[in-house]
T-cell receptor, first 114, second 111 residues
Framework: AQTVTQSQPEMSVQEAETVTLSCTYDTSESNYYLFWYKQPPSRQMILVIRQEAYKQQNATENRFSVNFQKAAKSFSLKISDSQLGDTAMYFC???????????FGKGTHLIIQP | EAGVVQSPRYKIIEKKQPVAFWCNPISGHNTLYWYRQNLGQGPELLIRYENEEAVDDSQLPKDRFSAERLKGVDSTLKIQPAELGDSAVYLCASSFYGELFFGEGSRLTVL
């Protein structure tokens, strides 16, 4: 069984600032994957970044990077140089690998202010 | 390449009425998922298909929900009869090497 906890229901920052979204997880799997998904208002959910638990190096995708702390079961998302288009719900999710599907947290509503 | 297509986008029905949602996954994706997303919450898995076989339906309320995936491609999720608590967004996703691709969802309102 897997659980994912996002403790920040909403965050608001100014455009161009850096923001970090928090996520903790629990899993009984020895190998697993972690994800951040973005869901803009009334639009489909898209993958922002993924991390394989067996990799020590933190994943990065352009302005998005993660801080993966395996021992602490923490998986935070950092967005640098935030843009208005980053305004969305952000969901942290975990998977046991393969095609098991994802377990999602409750999400963080990120608002980028002009 | 077309993404995951869902219909209808929006549906408003009275309680006790039936409703059905349709999903066309990305071509070549053998795994298909149905999730339910309540307002202000993360998606929760209802059922997972590998080709035409439902391999995980443990979270599907089988007294009123049913699903099928004929020929291992398109899928339909049905609710009969609908209850007020079924109001939610129903998301379909298909996966390729563990990465899920989501449709835009079907928003159900039960009055």
């Amino acid at each position: 069984a897997q659980t994912v906890t996002q403790s920040q229901p909403e965050m608001s920052v100014q455009e161009a600032e850096t923001v970090t979204l928090s996520c903790t997880y629990d899993t009984s799997e020895s190998n697993y994957y972690l994800f951040w998904y973005k869901q803009p208002p009334s639009r489909q959910m898209i993958l922002v970044i993924r991390q394989e638990a067996y990799k020590q190096q933190n994943a990065t995708e352009n302005r998005f990077s993660v801080n993966f702390q395996k021992a602490a079961k923490s998986f935070s998302l950092k967005i640098s140089d935030s843009q208005l288009g980053d305004t969305a719900m952000y969901f942290c999710a975990s998977s046991g690998g393969g095609a098991d599907g994802l377990t999602f947290g409750k999400g963080t509503h990120l608002i980028i202010q002009p | 390449e077309a993404g995951v297509v869902q219909s209808p986008r929006y549906k408003i029905i009275e309680k006790k009425q039936p409703v059905a949602f349709w999903c066309n996954p990305i071509s070549g994706h053998n795994t298909l998922y149905w999730y339910r997303q309540n307002l202000g919450q993360g998606p929760e898995l209802l059922i997972r298909y590998e080709n035409e076989e439902a391999v995980d339906d443990s979270q599907l309320p089988k007294d009123r929900f049913s699903a099928e995936r004929l020929k291992g491609v398109d899928s339909t999720l049905k609710i009969q009869p609908a209850e007020l608590g079924d109001s939610a967004v129903y998301l379909c996703a298909s996966s390729f090497y563990g990465e899920l691709f989501f449709g835009e969802g079907s928003r159900l309102t039960v009055l």
